[in-house]
């Protein structure tokens, strides 16, 4: 337990106590035994005796209270169908906001990734591909990345939008695009991995942190459904800022980056549009492809007991 509350401690950046985590232990002892209680009475001696409708029938039940106890459900709507609903709508975003656009094209491409990940019958290897990943020390660098980095940088960036840019900004946005470009390298490895799974070759993840970003870049080019999720990253920007070989020019509010023989020029609120797009791209491959996961396995359940 020691060593859990260490492990917290470091991804969170802080001390964490343990006895802050008391009244969350007792809760989950308590939620625990309700569903061990239910399980009983669900699965109990007599259920191979039920015909096949009233296995459904009561699988159904047990699901629907089960469910419950994470959200407040409409009474009248099984507890599967109205999750399901609520994943379909996260996942394809309502409105013509340039957001929700951006958002719902990298969901689109992760549906995909994933969706094919059933088809194939990958889904199992990449289920231990991640547990390994989690385990790792990239994935504790990326829960680290996350935590103390990515999270308050979406206040930063929110609080840059909402005002005129003055040159210190411009520093402030380097440093978030930064921060987004090295989460981005790193979901992008991960989607390689995920694809070369879904189609069946070989995965080492230690030979993939070992590509340049260019070769990660050049691979997810192959795959015509995933391009969508290189477009708003650009590695010469991120080159730049990691060399500090970029430039701001005061009268003319523009902002030069300098890569090798690449130089790229524009705004100080184009280079805050490049910022905000690849926050989203970075937001959407992180959670997409997880409520993708999800929403098959409630949707496969709730045609199992025929909700």
């Given at each position: 337990?020691?060593?859990?509350?260490?492990?917290?401690?470091?991804?969170?950046?802080?001390?964490?106590?343990?006895?802050?985590?008391?009244?969350?232990?007792?809760?989950?002892?308590?939620?625990?035994?309700?569903?061990?209680?239910?399980?009983?009475?669900?699965?109990?001696?007599?259920?191979?005796?039920?015909?096949?409708?009233?296995?459904?029938?009561?699988?159904?039940?047990?699901?629907?209270?089960?469910?419950?106890?994470?959200?407040?459900?409409?009474?009248?709507?099984?507890?599967?169908?109205?999750?399901?609903?609520?994943?379909?709508?996260?996942?394809?975003?309502?409105?013509?906001?340039?957001?929700?656009?951006?958002?719902?094209?990298?969901?689109?491409?992760?549906?995909?990734?994933?969706?094919?990940?059933?088809?194939?019958?990958?889904?199992?290897?990449?289920?231990?591909?991640?547990?390994?990943?989690?385990?790792?020390?990239?994935?504790?660098?990326?829960?680290?990345?996350?935590?103390?980095?990515?999270?308050?940088?979406?206040?930063?960036?929110?609080?840059?939008?909402?005002?005129?840019?003055?040159?210190?900004?411009?520093?402030?946005?380097?440093?978030?695009?930064?921060?987004?470009?090295?989460?981005?390298?790193?979901?992008?490895?991960?989607?390689?991995?995920?694809?070369?799974?879904?189609?069946?070759?070989?995965?080492?993840?230690?030979?993939?942190?070992?590509?340049?970003?260019?070769?990660?870049?050049?691979?997810?080019?192959?795959?015509?459904?995933?391009?969508?999720?290189?477009?708003?990253?650009?590695?010469?920007?991120r080159n730049s800022?990691?060399?500090?070989?970029?430039?701001?020019?005061?009268?003319?509010?523009?902002?030069?980056?300098?890569?090798?023989?690449?130089?790229?020029?524009?705004?100080?609120n184009g280079f805050?549009?490049?910022?905000?797009?690849?926050?989203?791209?970075?937001?959407?491959?992180?959670?997409?492809?997880?409520?993708?996961?999800?929403?098959?396995?409630?949707?496969?359940?709730?045609?199992?007991?025929?909700?």
């Amino acid at each position: 337990m020691a060593m859990q509350f260490s492990l917290f401690s470091e991804i969170f950046g802080k001390p964490i106590r343990p006895e802050a985590f008391g009244s969350d232990r007792a809760k989950l002892r308590k939620t625990v035994g309700k569903w061990i209680d239910s399980a009983f009475d669900t699965f109990g001696s007599d259920w191979n005796t039920l015909s096949p409708s009233e296995q459904r029938e009561k699988l159904a039940l047990f699901l629907d209270k089960r469910f419950r106890t994470f959200a407040r459900i409409p009474k009248g709507k099984h507890a599967l169908v109205w999750y399901q609903k609520q994943m379909e709508e996260a996942l394809a975003l309502r409105g013509s906001s340039e957001f929700a656009a951006s958002y719902n094209r990298y969901s689109k491409a992760t549906g995909w990734l994933v969706n094919g990940l059933f088809r194939t019958k990958r889904i199992g290897t990449a289920q231990e591909f991640f547990s390994s990943f989690a385990k790792s020390e990239e994935g504790f660098s990326l829960a680290q990345l996350f935590v103390q980095q990515v999270l308050p940088g979406y206040a930063s960036l929110d609080r840059l939008q909402a005002r005129s840019l003055q040159s210190r900004d411009l520093h402030k946005l380097a440093k978030l695009y930064s921060t987004y470009s090295g989460v981005y390298e790193k979901l992008a490895r991960t989607l390689v991995a995920l694809n070369r799974i879904r189609r069946q070759q070989p995965v080492d993840y230690e030979q993939l942190e070992k590509k340049s970003m260019a070769q990660i870049q050049t691979e997810i080019q192959r795959e015509p459904m995933l391009r969508v999720l290189l477009r708003a990253f650009n590695r010469h920007i991120r080159n730049s800022i990691a060399h500090t070989s970029y430039g701001i020019q005061l009268s003319a509010k523009r902002v030069t980056f300098r890569d090798r023989a690449k130089w790229i020029e524009m705004t100080w609120n184009g280079f805050r549009e490049e910022t905000v797009q690849l926050s989203v791209l970075v937001f959407a491959i992180s959670v997409t492809p997880f409520l993708h996961f999800l929403l098959a396995v409630i949707s496969a359940l709730g045609k199992a007991i025929g909700v």
